[in-house]
């Protein structure tokens, strides 16, 4: 007889599957405060305490000897509730209360040292949670019990937490530890965990960033271990260490059978440098993967990256390779301002990036061949492991099959228990080969029997029988759609209509509040909705709580017919304008702001930049998705405000494919003259980013003429300046010079200081590159007056550098040395090391031509460490140069700085 007593979430118990009613809540207090101590006396006045207070009612005993005869009554035998001469005591296997079960995991991760088996044990303990301990219960006590094991949760996440980071894994953990650094804004544990997975994600500046803010907070210096880590990533020797990326999802929870397919991936991936696993969807082929590749981390210490590439999505184009490449960069370490514009020249870098470590890339869905040429890392050291439901690589390829009926029966046990299945062995082999061996269809099933343990296996083979499912035994493209209906039909409404919304959302998976704005649902009940359908197996969840299905399962969900479809993507899409709009709000608090309507649903925020980012990485491969959404239902006005609030985040992370991809739909949807100015700007300055010079200059001549038509300041001012950059960076200067004085008459109109201040900043490098030096001087000097006014310290190190620049050209090279010492000064206080690594070559050659050599050779290879750290392939080598025997030289080849 098993029982289960359930106190991580609502108060419950449940005897061989069946729950148990407990009664009203007083009763259930009771049983939860004799569970909480199992077969551990409880006295008579510690219990009417619990469960009353410290002043129990005069007839309080007799009230607790009816409780307990009730709930004798409902357990029947399976639990003895046993009075002893100084109280009572439950009686029961300690392993059927939750909390015990969660305790002796906790303790049992804290006893080993293998951090893969830590974070194993501690994520089965963690799952025995199912929302706020001893809900349905009130009280004193529960009430300060509740707070106790809520304590001891939170510990144990960071101890998940702590040793996931030590795994590397930081780069997929960050959107979970960002919001729970925004939640406890004055842990500081949680704040260097914070720094730690920025730091592994090659965002430095950003963990820097993060230190200084806990500071400010707490009003004081932090303790040891935040001092200790601000010091490792503010003087490291080099720069940060090369990135080593964790990509790989989390190992399948149940991997059995496939053993002979696992020996023979194991044996071609030894020589092969590139190899499939091909099959029929639902085959189990991304397990196979994972499950070698967890097995095999030890060979490939310089990281493991993951793409899914949706060849086979039902409602999604399959990935171009190119933003796949895109993606390995960037977890790579590679910094945006160094990723070319063209697909071959960024796959000829990831090549050159990737060639010489030992990293393994997983590909899963790809579509053909030509998606996956482009990501060959070439060489010998990488391996690459592809899934796809075509032959791609020729022998090379591993086929899977369906299972076979041991390895099928093997399935269903590690499910169910080898005990259910050895009671009714006809009925087992019937369920083998209703599924035809699919292990997709399996896992369904066994979810289902282990969820509803009432229901017999002959039950279930025989209501499969009548979905006529045995006359197609084999045939996936049938088997998974059946076996799906059949799981669906057993399932509450509110998870049908869930399961049914999930499955239509655009994007490749959904996080936990986009889910709760799409079902209109609150955050806990759409969590309580996605477990239980994950524990049925129709849904995944991954890190940061983000939910994914089977490309098979989707389609199912899809196409179900489920009220208010339509409404709920417009909840959905509201959820992204304006949770992006307050994260777009964080990363850049001095764009001007942007109107919006009221939001349809409740917004929530992070509570920093580091957030804000977090937030916006997760949600990249989706956003598109959104948008295109709104296009294709003629919702014009979210399709352009999507594409503005991801404006200043794709400027951040150089993410240009997309900020082009979402502007060129706003263009397509924009009907308003300034909408459609804004558009043509933004376009013109990405393709000016991406070396598309004539395509940039057309946009940025239409965003000309619409905003000399529309009349508003800003927008002509915002056009003026990105022709202004436009041109400088094509070193026409007096063209840029004309722009620049244009942008800044009309920021004066707007009354935008912090713009006003920048525009003098541009006028006055402009004026320099030209030679009007006095005209430098005094619009510098405008700027750093205003931007010290508006406390922005790193715009005050740019228009400290601008004014280097001036008095260098100008011959006053002891001015130049102060300001550009001034300019480091101040880019390091903010962690801005790229900067940082431009400016100190600048004051390498201020210093050469004052014929001081060593001091610029000192300089020099200061900023060549800082370069190379950061990829910056073309400036070190010009400084290499310099550095070279019989080369150190005066001249100045550094290229102009963009305006």
Same mark, same amino acid.
């Given at each position: 007889?098993?029982?289960?007593?359930?106190?991580?979430?609502?108060?419950?118990?449940?005897?061989?599957?069946?729950?148990?009613?407990?009664?009203?809540?007083?009763?259930?207090?009771?049983?939860?405060?004799?569970?909480?101590?199992?077969?551990?006396?409880?006295?008579?006045?510690?219990?009417?305490?619990?469960?009353?207070?410290?002043?129990?009612?005069?007839?309080?005993?007799?009230?607790?000897?009816?409780?307990?005869?009730?709930?004798?009554?409902?357990?029947?035998?399976?639990?003895?509730?046993?009075?002893?001469?100084?109280?009572?005591?439950?009686?029961?296997?300690?392993?059927?209360?939750?909390?015990?079960?969660?305790?002796?995991?906790?303790?049992?991760?804290?006893?080993?040292?293998?951090?893969?088996?830590?974070?194993?044990?501690?994520?089965?303990?963690?799952?025995?949670?199912?929302?706020?301990?001893?809900?349905?219960?009130?009280?004193?006590?529960?009430?300060?019990?509740?707070?106790?094991?809520?304590?001891?949760?939170?510990?144990?996440?960071?101890?998940?937490?702590?040793?996931?980071?030590?795994?590397?894994?930081?780069?997929?953990?960050?959107?979970?530890?960002?919001?729970?650094?925004?939640?406890?804004?004055?842990?500081?544990?949680?704040?260097?965990?914070?720094?730690?997975?920025?730091?592994?994600?090659?965002?430095?500046?950003?963990?820097?960033?993060?230190?200084?803010?806990?500071?400010?907070?707490?009003?004081?210096?932090?303790? %040891?271990?935040?001092?200790?880590?601000?010091?490792?990533?503010?003087?490291?020797?080099?720069?940060?260490?090369?990135?080593?990326?964790?990509?790989?999802?989390?190992?399948?929870?149940?991997?059995?059978? %496939?053993?002979?397919?696992?020996?023979?991936?194991?044996?071609?991936?030894?020589?092969?440098?590139?190899?499939?696993?091909?099959?029929?969807?639902?085959?189990?082929?991304?397990?196979?993967?994972?499950?070698?590749?967890?097995?095999?981390?030890?060979?490939?210490?310089?990281?493991?990256?993951?793409?899914?590439?949706?060849?086979?999505?039902?409602?999604?184009?399959?990935?171009?390779?190119?933003?796949?490449?895109?993606?390995?960069?960037?977890?790579?370490?590679?910094?945006?301002?160094?990723?070319?514009?063209?697909?071959?020249?960024?796959?000829?870098?990831?090549?050159?990036?990737?060639?010489?470590?030992?990293?393994?890339?997983?590909?899963?869905?790809?579509?053909?061949?030509?998606?996956?040429?482009?990501?060959?890392?070439?060489?010998?050291?990488?391996?690459?492991?592809?899934?796809?439901?075509?032959?791609?690589?020729?022998?090379?390829?591993?086929?899977?099959?369906?299972?076979?009926?041991?390895?099928?029966?093997?399935?269903?046990?590690?499910?169910?228990?080898?005990?259910? /299945?050895?009671?009714?062995?006809?009925?087992?082999?019937?369920?083998?080969?209703?599924?035809?061996?699919?292990?997709?269809? /399996?896992?369904?099933?066994?979810?289902?029997?282990?969820?509803?343990?009432?229901?017999?296996?002959?039950?279930?083979?025989?209501?499969?029988?009548?979905?006529?499912?045995?006359?197609?035994?084999?045939?996936?493209?049938?088997?998974?759609?059946?076996?799906?209906?059949?799981?669906?039909?057993? &399932?509450?409404? %509110?998870?049908?209509?869930?399961?049914?919304?999930?499955?239509?959302?655009?994007?490749?998976?959904?996080?936990?509040?986009?889910?709760?704005? /799409?079902?209109?649902?609150?955050?806990?009940?759409?969590?309580?909705?996605?477990?239980?359908?994950?524990?049925?197996?129709?849904?995944?969840?991954?890190?940061?709580?983000?939910?994914?299905?089977?490309?098979?399962?989707?389609?199912?969900?899809?196409?179900?017919?489920?009220?208010?479809?339509?409404?709920?993507?417009?909840?959905?899409?509201?959820?992204?304008?304006?949770?992006?709009?307050?994260?777009?709000?964080?990363?850049?608090?001095?764009?001007?702001?942007?109107?919006?309507?009221?939001?349809?649903?409740?917004?929530?925020?992070?509570?920093?930049?580091?957030?804000?980012?977090?937030?916006?990485?997760?949600?990249?491969?989706?956003?598109?998705?959104?948008?295109?959404?709104?296009?294709?239902?003629?919702?014009?006005?979210?399709?352009?405000?999507?594409? %503005?609030?991801?404006?200043?985040?794709?400027?951040?992370?150089?993410?240009?494919?997309?900020?082009?991809?979402?502007?060129?739909?706003?263009?397509?949807?924009?009907?308003?003259?300034?909408?459609?100015?804004?558009?043509?700007?933004?376009?013109?300055?990405?393709?000016?980013?991406?070396?598309?010079?004539?395509?940039?200059?057309?946009?940025?001549?239409?965003?000309?003429?619409?905003?000399?038509?529309?009349?508003?300041?800003?927008?002509?001012?915002?056009?003026?300046?990105?022709?202004?950059? &436009?041109?400088?960076?094509?070193?026409?200067?007096?063209?840029?010079?004309?722009?620049?004085?244009?942008?800044?008459?009309?920021?004066?109109?707007?009354?935008?200081?912090?713009?006003?201040?920048?525009?003098?900043?541009?006028?006055?490098?402009?004026?320099?590159?030209?030679?009007?030096?006095?005209?430098?001087?005094?619009?510098?000097?405008?700027?750093?007056?205003?931007?010290?006014? &508006?406390?922005?310290?790193?715009?005050?190190?740019?228009?400290?550098?601008?004014?280097?620049?001036?008095?260098?050209?100008?011959?006053? /090279?002891?001015?130049?040395?102060?300001?550009?010492?001034?300019?480091?000064?101040?880019?390091?206080?903010?962690?801005?090391?790229?900067?940082?690594?431009?400016?100190?070559?600048?004051?390498?050659?201020?210093?050469?031509?004052?014929?001081?050599?060593?001091?610029?050779?000192?300089?020099?290879?200061?900023?060549?460490?800082?370069?190379?750290?950061?990829?910056?392939?073309?400036?070190?080598?010009?400084?290499?140069?310099?550095?070279?025997?019989?080369?150190?030289?005066?001249?100045?080849?550094?290229?102009?700085?963009?305006?």
């Amino acid at each position: 007889m098993t029982v289960e007593i359930a106190l991580l979430g609502e108060v419950g118990a449940r005897v061989d599957g069946v729950a148990v009613d407990l009664g009203h809540a007083r009763q259930r207090c009771v049983l939860a405060a004799l569970a909480i101590d199992v077969n551990k006396v409880v006295t008579v006045t510690q219990l009417t305490g619990r469960v009353w207070g410290a002043d129990p009612p005069r007839r309080s005993r007799a009230a607790l000897h009816s409780y307990l005869s009730r709930l004798r009554q409902a357990f029947g035998t399976a639990v003895a509730l046993t009075g002893r001469a100084a109280g009572y005591v439950l009686v029961a296997d300690e392993s059927a209360v939750d909390l015990v079960r969660f305790r002796r995991l906790r303790d049992a991760a804290r006893e080993l040292t293998d951090d893969e088996a830590v974070a194993r044990v501690l994520t089965e303990a963690l799952r025995l949670w199912r929302g706020e301990p001893l809900t349905g219960i009130g009280g004193d006590w529960a009430d300060v019990t509740r707070d106790r094991l809520t304590a001891e949760r939170t510990a144990a996440e960071a101890d998940l937490l702590d040793a996931r980071l030590r795994l590397g894994q930081g780069p997929g953990l960050l959107a979970s530890i960002s919001a729970r650094a925004a939640r406890n804004p004055l842990d500081e544990h949680g704040a260097a965990q914070h720094m730690r997975a920025l730091a592994q994600a090659g965002r430095i500046p950003e963990a820097l960033e993060e230190f200084r803010a806990v500071r400010a907070r707490l009003g004081t210096e932090p303790g %040891r271990e935040l001092r200790d880590l601000h010091e490792e990533l503010l003087h490291g020797d080099r720069g940060p260490a090369p990135v080593v990326p964790r990509q790989l999802p989390s190992a399948p929870a149940r991997f059995v059978g %496939r053993d002979q397919d696992l020996a023979g991936l194991d044996e071609v991936m030894r020589t092969a440098g590139a190899v499939t696993i091909a099959g029929a969807g639902g085959m189990g082929k991304t397990w196979l993967a994972l499950r070698w590749a967890h097995d095999n981390l030890h060979r490939f210490p310089d990281g493991q990256l993951f793409v899914d590439l949706r060849g086979f999505s039902p409602d999604e184009r399959p990935m171009d390779p190119d933003v796949a490449i895109s993606g390995f960069l960037h977890a790579l370490g590679v910094d945006a301002n160094r990723v070319p514009s063209g697909q071959d020249a960024r796959a000829e870098l990831f090549r050159d990036v990737i060639g010489r470590r030992r990293v393994l890339l997983v590909v899963d869905n790809a579509a053909g061949a030509a998606q996956i040429a482009p990501l060959l890392p070439g060489g010998t050291t990488c391996r690459v492991l592809v899934t796809s439901r075509n032959r791609l690589c020729g022998p090379d390829t591993l086929c899977l099959d369906v299972l076979a009926g041991h390895e099928a029966g093997t399935l269903l046990a590690s499910l169910v228990g080898a005990a259910r /299945l050895s009671a009714d062995p006809p009925a087992v082999a019937r369920l083998v080969d209703l599924c035809g061996g699919l292990p997709l269809a /399996l896992s369904i099933i066994g979810a289902r029997v282990l969820t509803e343990p009432g229901l017999s296996l002959a039950d279930i083979a025989r209501q499969l029988d009548e979905l006529r499912l045995g006359a197609l035994d084999a045939d996936p493209r049938v088997s998974v759609p059946v076996v799906l209906s059949w799981s669906y039909r057993a &399932l509450p409404d %509110r998870q049908k209509d869930v399961f049914a919304l999930i499955g239509g959302a655009p994007g490749e998976d959904i996080g936990l509040h986009a889910a709760a704005a /799409l079902t209109g649902l609150s955050t806990e009940d759409t969590r309580d909705a996605l477990r239980a359908l994950e524990q049925a197996s129709l849904i995944s969840i991954g890190d940061g709580f983000r939910v994914g299905m089977h490309d098979l399962v989707r389609t199912y969900a899809a196409q179900l017919d489920v009220p208010g479809r339509e409404e709920a993507l417009r909840r959905l899409v509201d959820h992204h304008v304006h949770t992006a709009h307050a994260h777009d709000r964080l990363i850049d608090p001095h764009r001007p702001l942007i109107s919006l309507g009221a939001p349809r649903v409740h917004v929530t925020a992070a509570g920093d930049k580091a957030g804000a980012l977090a937030w916006f990485d997760a949600e990249r491969g989706t956003r598109r998705a959104v948008q295109q959404a709104a296009a294709a239902r003629g919702w014009d006005d979210e399709v352009v405000l999507l594409a %503005r609030v991801s404006h200043a985040y794709h400027q951040q992370r150089g993410h240009l494919d997309d900020e082009l991809a979402l502007w060129r739909a706003a263009l397509g949807a924009a009907r308003d003259p300034a909408d459609r100015a804004v558009a043509h700007r933004i376009m013109g300055g990405g393709l000016g980013q991406v070396q598309r010079h004539d395509e940039a200059r057309h946009h940025l001549g239409e965003a000309l003429v619409l905003a000399e038509q529309v009349g508003e300041p800003l927008l002509l001012a915002d056009v003026h300046g990105t022709l202004a950059w &436009l041109w400088a960076s094509r070193s026409e200067h007096l063209r840029a010079f004309e722009h620049a004085k244009a942008a800044l008459q009309h920021y004066e109109s707007s009354g935008n200081k912090m713009l006003i201040a920048m525009a003098h900043n541009n006028i006055g490098h402009c004026a320099a590159e030209v030679g009007d030096t006095g005209q430098g001087r005094l619009s510098a000097t405008k700027a750093l007056e205003l931007l010290h006014e &508006l406390g922005d310290r790193h715009g005050e190190a740019t228009a400290h550098d601008t004014l280097a620049r001036v008095e260098h050209q100008s011959g006053d /090279l002891t001015a130049a040395i102060a300001h550009y010492e001034h300019a480091v000064e101040l880019y390091r206080a903010a962690a801005d090391d790229y900067s940082t690594a431009g400016t100190l070559t600048n004051l390498g050659h201020t210093h050469l031509a004052l014929g001081r050599p060593e001091r610029a050779a000192e300089l020099w290879r200061r900023a060549l460490g800082m370069l190379e750290a950061q990829g910056r392939d073309e400036e070190a080598d010009r400084l290499r140069a310099h550095l070279g025997p019989g080369r150190l030289t005066g001249a100045n080849d550094t290229p102009a700085r963009e305006v």
